[in-house]
């Protein structure tokens, strides 16, 4: 998937109005994303996103464990100007099902692996209980 329909898709996805504030959605979920992810499964993911995607994701920052989704949006509430856990919630689920679509079933299994549960939701992927 390239820049532009990575870019448009989230955009259409949280229907923001513009492509700057898709963009601003984007880099804040994949920093904390990546932030979330090691080995195989991080380097596999960043190949499959556009470039300017995976340079935000790689960035050096790590968790020392992967935060409860709640913890996740909150976080990204807080990056966020403005935003509120609701709108959050809203910019990570564009983001997060947009990553979904990249990544394909087979790493998104390996992923939610990684993650502690609940995560299936926030990538649109609901897994049977």
Request: proline share 8%; with cysteine; aromatic share 6%.
């Amino acid at each position: 998937m390239n820049w532009e329909t990575f870019l448009d898709q989230v955009k259409d996805r949280g229907e923001y109005p513009t492509r700057h504030e898709a963009e601003r959605a984007i880099r804040t979920v994949l920093a904390l994303l990546g932030a979330h992810l090691v080995g195989t499964e991080r380097a596999d993911l960043a190949a499959r996103l556009p470039e300017t995607c995976a340079l935000v994701f790689l960035d050096p920052m790590h968790a020392p464990e992967p935060l409860a989704p709640e913890r996740f949006v909150r976080a990204a509430a807080a990056w966020i100007d403005g935003a509120t856990e609701q709108t959050a919630t809203w910019d990570v689920s564009a983001v997060l099902s947009t990553v979904a679509d990249a990544a394909g079933d087979e790493l998104m299994g390996r992923i939610l692996l990684q993650l502690p549960p609940g995560y299936d939701l926030l990538f649109g992927q609901p897994q049977p209980v």
